[in-house]
């Protein structure tokens, strides 16, 4: 079992270690209220740089559109795994983003707001220059928190804005008995408040407390075997699902943060399969799943409610010769409906060349729209509102800090046919899925998959609901 050491902040600082916690309001912070920055003659780090909001044109679906180049002004640390890491990082509740920025031969982090009437970025350099791999992610009292390593030791911080300088509270350090151990952050906690990271050892992986607690890092869990990924299940960040590695397969889990650490199944669509969950929607339940089961050897996108009985689906039109997909935004707020839920995907092409575009799809239809990224979207990264409206943060030589919004594609009914002298068999539609509880049930046993019409599916959903 592999465990990791701590250092807590030092004392350098003129505040105490209880205020070393996001739980502490903004106020008490020099300069730190979100609602000051950015007003003339006062801009938090002196630069708070403002665009419009513009709406990229849809391209035709049976075209793939063509591919915006790598944003070069950004940069994020890509942990182990099979899914590329965003150009940005965005609050769950899309108040904040943060990213590393380049400024001539310098990167340093930026926070942009994102809940004003207009999107505008604040840099937040420190006393020297950061180092490629560091990573950056926002909290919802507007800091930032930032992870450096050192000598093989993982340093973090809450940077934030103070007048024209940047103000670095030191939080502590953790320090990983494998040297070649990789840490990294999990994606922004529901409430906005805490941040995690996962330590990966050899023979287990640890999940961090690494802001928010209250005397530095906090080791919350031991889970046997290699996770990755991350992905939460609730509203209030108790329940944290991850791709666990163990006995050559890989399957998800759920953690419970309030029970100790508790680990249950969650997702086995078959024996041998790799099953890894991808996104996923606390509202109505929809999951996002990529697994070989449908493909042996080649992961398929595919999508299931948490807690249902019916089976796990493979769209064929998610598949693209060439090119890689990855879901990074679900609508929120279609309770019951998860089949309803607009779903933003980022394509990219299999051998890295050129950059990346979007797709738009619902798990009620077959037909995904493809979308020309903004010039310079920082790929990856994006949110949708519950009105169904995507949100596409970007940068370039023109816009420094920019927001592209795409209205969600209406959504097609299909009106009846007159009906034929002979009725033609046709696959059944997916039925109107119903919002799982969060109560326990065990995974059914996985059988063979079959093909029914354009739709792969797995004969049972071994989807559990988390307790």
């Known amino acids: ?9 030092t004392t350098e600082t003129d505040v105490d270690a209880e205020s070393a916690t996001p739980d502490t309001d903004p106020d008490t912070v020099p300069n730190a209220d979100p609602d000051t920055e950015g007003d003339a003659g006062g801009d938090a780090g002196g630069d708070a740089r403002r665009v419009s909001v513009t709406t990229p044109e849809p391209v035709d679906a049976d075209t793939t559109p063509e591919p915006a ?29 943060a990213r590393l920025a380049l400024g001539g031969a310098c990167w340093f982090a930026e926070r942009w707001t994102l809940d004003g009437p207009e999107p505008y970025a604040v840099p937040l350099p420190a006393h020297q220059p950061e180092e490629p791999g560091t990573e950056v992610l926002p909290l919802t009292d507007g800091r930032v928190l930032i992870h450096r390593t050192a000598a093989g030791r993982h340093l973090f911080s809450l940077l934030y804005p103070t007048g024209p300088d940047t103000g670095e ?32 050892g050899r023979g287990s992986t640890a999940v961090w407390l690494v802001a928010g607690g209250t005397f530095g890092p906090e080791l919350l869990a031991e889970v046997p075997g290699q996770c990755s990924g991350g992905v939460w299940l609730d509203r209030e960040g108790r329940l944290l699902a991850l791709d666990r590695a163990l006995d050559g397969r890989t399957k998800t889990v ?39 089961a449908p493909s042996p050897g080649q992961q398929r996108l595919g999508w299931g409610v948490l807690g249902s009985t019916l089976p796990v689906r493979f769209p064929e039109c998610l598949r693209l010769d060439g090119a890689r997909v990855t879901p990074f935004a679900i609508q929120p707020g279609q309770v019951l409906t998860p089949e309803s839920c ?42 949708w509102t519950r009105t ?80």
């Open 1 to 9: 079992m592999t465990t990791c050491t701590f250092e807590s902040a």
């Open 69 to 97: 180049d790598d944003d070069t002004r950004t940069h994020t640390h890509a942990p182990q795994g099979i899914h590329p890491r965003p150009g940005c990082v965005i609050t769950a509740d899309g108040s904040y983003a």
């Open 169 to 200: 509270l030191p939080l502590g350090a953790v320090e990983c008995p494998e040297p070649d151990a990789p840490l990294w952050l999990l994606p922004p906690a529901p409430a906005g408040e805490r941040a995690y990271a996962l330590a990966v």
């Open 254 to 292: 759920v953690i419970d943060l309030e029970r100790g650490g508790e680990v249950s199944p969650l997702l086995q669509i078959a024996d041998d399969s790799d099953d890894r969950l991808l996104l996923a929607d606390p509202d109505s339940g929809l999951l996002l799943i990529g697994s070989d």
């Open 342 to 383: 607009a779903v933003a995907l980022r394509y990219d092409y299999d051998d890295g060349t050129g950059g990346s575009w979007v797709g738009l799809w619902r798990p009620a239809e077959r037909h995904v729209h493809h979308l020309a990224a903004p010039e310079g979207w920082l790929a990856g990264a994006g949110l």
């Open 388 to 467: 169904g409206e995507l949100l596409l943060p970007y940068a370039n030589g023109a816009v420094p800090c920019g927001v592209a919004r795409v209205a969600a594609p209406a959504r097609v009914f299909r009106a009846p046919a007159a009906a034929p002298t002979t009725t033609p068999r046709s696959a059944p539609r997916p039925v109107p899925l119903q919002q799982a509880p969060l109560a326990g049930r065990k995974p059914a046993s996985s059988t063979k998959l079959q093909q029914q019409g354009r739709d792969e599916v797995s004969d049972v959903t071994s989807v559990t609901s988390a307790r």
